[in-house]
């Protein structure tokens, strides 16, 4: 760090959108050649700073210096002038476009004709994606990759772009542990290379792991930024959420009992299945228990999970409900068959133009009415479930769009509360939740549990599938490697396997 | 205007911020209260009863189509054989009832009612092929709807082979032609027909799922709905909305021939988007139909009151979708920021 002025400097941001205050008089600065962590519970305010200084929003109180000079953005792409740039928390690649396109979106090279280089853009895509160890063919479309890896190619994106201050909001909710290790190399490289990073993330340890600096959000207000060495965990959980939480989080190192059930009634069988993305899969969830399926990102469990709702077919092998031959031809048929699912991406579940309240009763519509629709009654059981999850602002007439990212996830779990399910089954569920909601999580799945439900947690996350299993498999390349059922297992064991 | 917001949403103070995500609803609003004011004010003949009535009768067929259209526009789908449909439909049913010695068709007759429920069947067939192309082999609505545009004129020259017919089943005839007091029968089909929509598409579970399928077809998918159900459906809606203007249509006109309807696919899609409903799905209704029908007839009749260029009308007519197009897709965007 050096003397004079900071690299970015905020004095008095306020920002209200509509009746809801979103940021009340921050003063923030980052300096050259640092990693700055911020932190902070859904709806703290974190995104919304972020996207001011993005130029995303531009109205809003206080001022913004840039190396000393006074800056204001008319639009996201003065900010980008300024180099200023941003992945945002949902990720806005383009699908349809291929990877290397979506490498060099707005900076692709042309040709003396002045149209596309394509064999030029081609070998500059492949060899950044080289450099920065991101192992993909640039010419497939980025859509039909998985989530790490897109996320992975948007980050790039904005690091080739050559800007100044980088701001990743949870850049590493989608990653793998290998793929996580591969960022962190790369955001040390460009820190030392004199440019800065803001690293929003719900996961502290890795906050405690890569930043110099952290800063905690809470209700809008900064509340404090300390240099990392001089913190630990419970400093951070006590300035997120306040004291006597320091539990919270308390990790996974050690080992975890599992208490599998393996006399309970067999709600969901899956004899040698095989889809696409996975083979030969044969697994029982049974009622009242937590079936863990864990693999590194690309294992197949995310496909599986999907087809287990009707989502992809099966191309062999066979299902069955309660003993009885299951078919699913769509994902109709899976929910009438008393399935339910929770994606991954929380783009592909939710209505964003919808108010909260249609984005809940969507998936249980044809049980509060036949033909007419009830908005009262859905407005009343969305009610008790945004209560019951903690969403914030606790109304249900908001459109989704303007929740904050982590409650969103919590709208796309409250939609299959509501009547309950035979089976369960949850792809990443704790996915760009604070520390505070993952433990809610823990807490609503294990009230499920009790009341007999047949569950699957779906992760990349070791400490997702270790805080939530009662049994664990483990899957690589597509098939079903290893079970964990009974005794005990640790994150290690659990990473050793896949 | 639009049912699927405006009456639910809290205004939560910031009103600029509200009324820029309504300017789907407001923009259309204004270019109505403008376009009367200007030809109120231009000719003395415009703003009178009767030629209320009459922009009323001018639309009603138009209507009838943009109701259905509506439906699968709100699906992010669209339909280019709404007219073609209409046309078919109308001929059959003149097919299917006794013609003039002078009209020279091998035609089949049959009692009005059978020729009626006939024709309607002819519309839910060929809602069907529509639906199974689009829905069973995965081809896109803008081609498959295309295919079925020409199919629509084939059946048309199939069975009038370049004659005219005139008879129609008299119910048909009565309500495509006849009226109760001053008030034309087809006006009265045509707010009848909207009502229904709008009822549906408002608060019907059915007309949720349209809305949900528009605004988000994956996530619709992932909870549960069955999406494809949901496409074919509002795919035959339009097809028997077509068929329904189409029969009248041909009693109104007072003949059944070929491509008598070629005029109602560009103005029942110039209504539906000039209304402000979101060619990207999911915002919208019947209610910006409406406006948008509206304006569509206001334009079309007040520029003939004030004696302009017929030649340029049809170029005002071009601009007015263009600068309605413009706005829409303004629109998507400012929403999607807001
Ligand atoms: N476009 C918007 N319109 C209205 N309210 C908004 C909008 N964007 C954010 N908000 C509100 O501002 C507050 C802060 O949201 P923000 O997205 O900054 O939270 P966050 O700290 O990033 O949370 P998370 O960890 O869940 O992503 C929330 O209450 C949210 O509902
Ligand atoms: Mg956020």
């Known amino acids: 760090m050096q003397s004079g002025a900071p690299l970015l400097e905020l004095r008095g941001i306020s920002k209200s ?12 600065t980052l300096e050259a050649g640092e990693i700055h962590g911020l932190v902070g519970e859904n709806g703290a305010g974190k995104s919304t700073l972020m996207k001011i200084i993005a130029g995303v929003h ?14 204001r953005h008319r639009s996201a792409r003065s900010a980008r002038d300024a180099g200023i740039g941003m992945v945002h928390q949902e990720l806005s690649v383009v699908p349809e476009l291929s990877v290397a396109e979506n490498v060099m979106l707005g900076v692709q090279p042309v040709n003396r004709l002045g149209l596309v280089d394509w064999p030029g853009m081609m070998r500059r895509a492949r060899a950044l994606l080289a450099e920065l160890g991101i192992d993909v063919d640039p010419r497939v479309p980025i859509g039909s990759l998985p989530l790490g890896l897109q996320q992975l190619v948007e980050i790039a994106r904005v690091l080739s772009s050559g800007a100044r201050i980088v701001i990743l909001d949870e850049p590493t909710s989608a990653l793998s542990p290998p793929e996580v290790e591969v960022l962190f190399g790369l955001l040390r490289r460009v820190r030392d290379s004199g440019r800065s990073i803001v690293f929003i993330s719900h996961f502290l340890e890795d906050v405690l792991a890569i930043c110099d600096r952290v800063t905690c959000f809470r209700n809008g207000r900064l509340i404090e930024t300390a240099p990392v060495a001089a913190i630990d965990k419970g400093w951070i959980i006590t300035r997120m959420i306040g004291a006597g939480h320091e539990e919270l989080e308390a990790g996974y190192t050690g080992e975890i009992r599992l208490d599998s059930r393996p006399g309970a009634p067999v709600v969901l069988a899956c004899e040698a299945a095989s889809g696409p993305g996975f083979r030969e899969v044969s697994l029982e969830a049974r009622a009242g228990e937590v079936l863990g399926i864990y693999g590194s990102m690309g294992a197949g469990q995310l496909d599986l999970a999907r087809a287990l709702f009707g989502r992809t077919a099966l191309s062999g092998g066979r299902l069955s409900l309660d003993g009885r031959p299951l078919a699913l031809r769509n994902t109709a048929a899976a929910r009438r068959a008393g399935i339910a699912f929770v994606p991954e991406s929380r783009r592909s579940m939710l209505f964003a133009q919808e108010p909260v309240y249609r984005n809940v009763s969507i998936s249980i519509l044809g049980r509060i009415s036949r033909l007419w629709v009830k908005p009262a009654v859905e407005r009343e059981i969305a009610q008790r479930q ?26 796309a779990l409250a939609k299959w509360l509501t009547h309950l399910p035979r089976v369960l089954v949850l792809s990443e569920p704790t996915r760009g939740m604070d520390v505070g909601a993952k433990e809610e999580v823990v807490r609503i799945v294990r009230g499920l549990r009790e009341q007999g439900i047949a569950m699957l947690v779906v992760s990349t996350e070791p400490e997702t599938v270790l805080s939530l299993a009662d049994r664990i498999l483990v899957m690589k390349r597509g098939e079903v490697c290893e079970e964990f059922a009974g005794g005990t297992v640790s994150k290690d064991r659990l990473l050793a396997a896949a | 205007m639009s049912t699927s917001d405006s009456a639910v949403l809290p205004r939560n103070g910031g009103g600029l911020r509200w009324l820029r995500g309504q300017l789907r609803n407001i923009a259309p609003f204004a270019t109505l209260l403008v376009l009367v004011a200007l030809f109120s004010i231009a000719s003395p003949s415009f703003a009178t009863l009767d030629n209320v009535a009459n922009i009323a009768r001018q639309v009603s067929v138009t209507a009838i189509i943009a109701v ?29 009832t006794l013609q003039d010695q002078s009209v020279n068709i091998a035609n089949f007759p049959l009692p009005g009612a059978a020729a009626i429920a006939l024709a309607l069947l002819g519309s839910v067939a060929l809602g069907a092929v529509t639906a199974f192309g689009v829905t069973v082999i995965g081809i896109p609505s803008f081609i498959m709807t295309l295919a079925m545009l020409q199919i629509g004129a084939g059946i048309c020259a199939m069975l009038v082979r370049g004659q005219i017919a005139y008879a129609v089943p008299a119910p048909i005839e009565l309500l495509g032609s006849g009226s109760i007091g001053p008030v034309p029968w087809i006006v009265v089909v045509a707010i009848l027909v909207l009502a229904i929509g709008h009822v549906v ?18 996530a619709a998918e992932y909870s549960g709905v069955n999406v494809k159900l949901v496409l074919a459906a509002v795919l035959i809606i339009s097809a028997v909305c077509s068929g329904i203007a189409g029969m009248l249509g041909v009693a109104h006109f007072g003949s059944a021939q070929q491509d008598e309807f070629d005029n109602y696919l560009l103005d029942a899609i110039s209504a539906v988007v000039v209304g402000g409903t979101s060619l990207f799905g999911g915002q919208g209704g019947i209610g910006n139909t409406v406006v948008g029908l509206l304006v569509l007839g206001v334009l079309n009749n007040g520029l003939d009151h004030v004696r302009i260029d017929s030649f340029l009308k049809i170029l005002i007519r071009g601009l007015i979708l263009l600068l309605a197009l413009v706005i829409n897709v303004y629109a998507q965007r400012l929403r999607a920021k807001a």
């Open chain 1, 17 to 28: 959108f509509g009746g809801v205050t979103a940021l009340s008089s921050v003063d923030f």
């Open chain 1, 58 to 71: 531009t109205s809003f109180e206080g001022e913004m210096r840039i190396a000393g000079q006074p800056a």
């Open chain 1, 386 to 411: 945004v209560e019951s999850l903690g969403i914030r602002p606790p109304s249900v007439q908001r459109r989704l769009g303007t929740l904050s990212g982590g409650n969103q996830q919590k709208v």
């Open chain 2, 68 to 96: 259905g259209l509506t439906f699968v526009i709100l699906c992010a789908e669209i339909d280019l054989s709404v007219a073609s449909v209409a046309n078919a439909v109308g001929i059959m049913v003149a097919f299917f």
């Open chain 2, 201 to 218: 598409l408002s608060y019907t579970r059915f007309g949720r799922y349209v809305y949900m399928v528009g605004g988000n077809r994956e």
